[in-house]
């Protein structure tokens, strides 16, 4: 499974507090650095980094994150903003010998799509699709299916190598409603069967929003999606117990030859005290 490791987001907050957003305005280099090596040396791919709370200084933000974090790992980026302007700036510093970025997200929303493709073509850069159009976000999981299915064929028609494609199927909170877990995974399983080759991403933390026990959660629906064949997952990879879930079940589901990513890792000590 690949790893996005989502803890530099501006929106995140800790014991109730903006602190990620703080660190950013004081540009704390050191904050940032530490952050994203905990996540790399957790098992993170990629580094998710969003300072979408900024508004009006985040191509400036984005644009200083990507520095410090390329910096301090040698993880490529996931460049998480709906903002073009942001994203040219972070892109144009991007180091590439750190790996093909990722961006995230391009919609089918007509203006997002016409100023995010260039940038997938030129950096020929992964991308994450999110099933949403100008209609917006619909709750109706046959509508974000379809969404996310001529998002594949828009992207595969402008030249965007299928395996290139993370297809997100947006993660609603459990509290917005009883079926949104069981959408998400339809949605999922419907778009591995009819698109072979495509993969899926989703950020699992949403699920959990405004529950009690969020880890719980999180840590669930990531085993539930891993099932019907979910690639990559945006997560907090420093939940220990998290990421011994996804090395175990992708054990169970035939995704680790003779388990030797699970027996490597419990060697290493990190299912200790789990
Ligand atoms: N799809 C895509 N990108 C995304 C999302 C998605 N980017 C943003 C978001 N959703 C994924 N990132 C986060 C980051 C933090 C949280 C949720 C999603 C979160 N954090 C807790 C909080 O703020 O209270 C803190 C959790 C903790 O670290 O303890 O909820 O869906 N493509």
Redesign the pocket.
């Known amino acids: 499974m690949l790893i996005v490791g ?2 530099i ?1 501006t ?3 800790v014991k109730g507090e903006p602190v990620i957003e703080q660190a950013v305005i004081n540009r704390d280099e050191k904050f940032f650095a530490d952050l994203a090596r905990a996540q790399f040396e957790a098992g993170a791919t990629y580094i ?1 980094i ?1 300072a979408g709370t900024l508004t009006s200084g985040e191509p400036e933000a984005l644009e200083w994150l990507t520095q410090v974090v390329q910096d301090a790992v040698d993880a490529p980026i996931c460049f ?1 903003t709906p903002n073009p302007m942001a994203l040219e700036s972070a892109l144009a510093v991007y180091n590439t010998q750190r790996g093909r970025p990722l961006i ?2 391009i919609t089918a929303e007509t203006l997002r799509w016409d100023a995010t493709l260039p940038f997938v073509v030129q950096y020929k850069a992964k991308v ?1 699709a ?1 099933a949403m159009d100008d209609t917006g976000i619909q709750q109706d999981p046959a509508k974000r299916l379809s969404v996310a299915q001529s998002l594949i064929e828009k992207l595969t028609d402008a030249g965007v190598p299928l395996d290139d494609i993370y297809v ?1 199927p ?2 609603f909170p459990i509290g917005t409603g009883s079926d949104v877990g069981i959408a998400m995974l339809d949605i999922i399983d419907k778009l591995m069967t009819q698109y072979p080759g495509v993969h899926t ?3 699992i ?2 699920i ?2 405004g529950m009690p026990a ?1 880890k719980l959660l999180n840590q669930a629906m990531t085993v539930l999606a891993l099932g019907k064949g979910l690639a990559a997952a ?1 997560i ?1 990879p420093n939940d220990r117990y998290l990421m011994a879930l996804i090395f175990a079940s992708e054990a169970l589901l035939g995704r680790d030859e003779y388990s030797m990513n699970y027996i490597t890792k419990s060697r290493e000590g990190a299912f200790e005290g789990l």
């Open positions: 989502e803890r987001n929106s995140r907050k998710d969003n998480d995230n997200s994450i999110l997100d947006l993660t991403i989703a950020g933390s949403n959990s929003h969020r945006i907090d």
